[in-house]
């Protein structure tokens, strides 16, 4: 069974420019998580997905940063301008049920890399 | 308010020797727990989970956690390291009844020397 697929692997680009990172989650599973990773930190989320819906976007940071998820399968994740600041890896996750009575593993991709110069 | 305390940030064990990470967690109501490890430049991988079932809980290649209330830990363990084992550890936490919210401790960076 294929994991949860995200590319590009590493992105370097300069500060105020768009940048645009994609996931593919593992078949069947109805959420999808946007991690920010910074060096020598644990994850933190930034969005999460139930099917269409994104159910948790209160640490996205809305004046840059934006998500979709399409048809409830694929998933992007833009920020347009990147400062600095943002460079950090980038993980996206999936779980195969939705918010419930019961915690589901959440399965992670590789991340993508941002270096903004 | 902190949910999950990693209280060391970095272990050094020699291989063939036992592995403690230490792990405290803060919550309001019955936790999940799990512990995840990242290789470089790799993501992350689940290790074992704590769901209210067994509060001792084996995970893969050789490592268990046990939950103890109690104390409000949730420590990971090995009784012999491997030079593979090497990697950064995460403990994490459900808090609330949001069971789909992660809380992630800072990490615990595992060397294992020759």
């Known amino acids: 069974e294929a994991g949860v697929v995200q590319s590009p692997r590493y992105k370097i680009i300069e500060k105020k420019q768009p940048v645009a990172f994609w996931c593919n989650p593992i078949?069947?599973?109805?959420?999808l998580y946007w991690y920010l990773q910074n060096l020598g930190q644990g994850p933190e989320l930034l969005i999460r997905y139930e099917n269409e819906e994104a159910v948790d976007d209160s640490q996205l940071p809305k004046d840059r940063f934006s998500a979709e998820r399409l048809k409830g399968v694929d998933s992007t994740l833009k920020i347009q301008p990147a400062e600095l600041g943002d460079s950090a890896v980038y993980l996206c996750?999936?779980?195969?049920?939705?918010?419930?009575?019961?915690?589901?593993?959440?399965?992670f991709g590789p991340g993508t890399r941002l270096t903004v110069l | 308010a902190q949910s999950v305390t990693q209280l060391d940030s970095h272990v050094s064990v020699s291989e063939g020797t036992p592995v403690l990470l230490r792990c405290n967690y803060s919550?309001?109501?019955?936790?999940?727990l799990f512990w995840y490890v990242q290789h470089p430049n790799k993501g992350l991988q689940l290790l074992l989970k704590?769901?209210?079932?067994?509060?001792l809980v084996k995970g893969i290649n050789g490592f268990e956690a046990e939950f103890k209330k109690s104390e409000t830990s949730f420590h990971l363990t090995k009784p012999s390291a491997h030079m593979s084992d090497a990697a950064e550890y995460f403990c994490?936490?459900?808090?609330?009844?949001?069971?789909?919210?992660?809380?992630f401790g800072s990490g615990t960076k595992l060397n294992v020397k020759p």
């Open positions: 919550s309001s109501y019955s936790p999940s």
């Open positions: 996750a999936s779980s195969l049920g939705t918010s419930g009575t019961s915690t589901d593993t959440q399965y």
């Open positions: 994490v936490v459900t808090r609330g009844v949001n069971f789909n919210k992660f809380y």
């Open positions: 078949s069947g599973h109805n959420t």
């Open positions: 704590y769901t209210s079932a067994a509060t």
